[in-house]
């Protein structure tokens, strides 16, 4: 996949039916610290921060149902990443945990710290109003329709990073290219 930043273990688990896969960093004897990806992310969205949070912490971020290199599944309610995330912390073995989440991630954080408040240690919420009416936000039609209609094909990795560009005039250069490359998959001939 080109030139990723390095320094995690990748990991893949089959859980509640849907192959989750995982990035980690930091020793497993830090307090762990999950991260959570929003809408389209994925867990390298976290390469750049995770190696400097791993200095005090395990730090976990899975590409969470139909994103990044996990599987696609049936359902994308709410109770499904919230129980998702309670199988992961099962699989990874440990008991209370601070948790962060962007957008959609900071969504399931929420649902997930609302419903296990006696597993979350600390919770941060990136980029989404502090409510459980997932749904209900501005300009969530537009994100569903997005959804539905599924990616657009690129020929070349420099038409998908155009396509970045014009959704986000602000990113920093390297960072767009980065998320951009991170996001892309070679698909097999679509004819």
Known sequence: MGNLIHGYEQSTVELRGTR???LEWGSRDFPPLVLLHG??????????????LASAYRVLA?????????????????REFVDDLEALRAHWGF??????G?????HNAMAYASEHPGR????????????????KQPGFEAIIARAERGHTPFATLDD?????????QTAPEANLRYRTLCNVRELADVA
Do not use: K
Request: with cysteine; aromatic share 10%; net charge negative.
């Open 20 to 22: 989750l896969r995982y």
């Open 39 to 52: 809408l389209t992310g994925h867990a390298h969205i976290w390469d750049h921060m995770a190696p400097l």
């Open 62 to 78: 899975p590409d969470q149902r139909g994103h990044g290199d996990s599987g696609h599944a049936t359902s994308y309610a709410t």
């Open 95 to 100: 008991e209370r945990f601070s948790l962060c």
């Open 102 to 106: 962007l957008s959609m991630g900071g």
């Open 120 to 135: 979350v240690t600390q919770a941060v919420f990136i980029d989404i109003p502090p409510s459980l009416q997932w749904g």
């Open 160 to 168: 998908a990073y155009r396509e970045a560009r014009a959704a986000n």
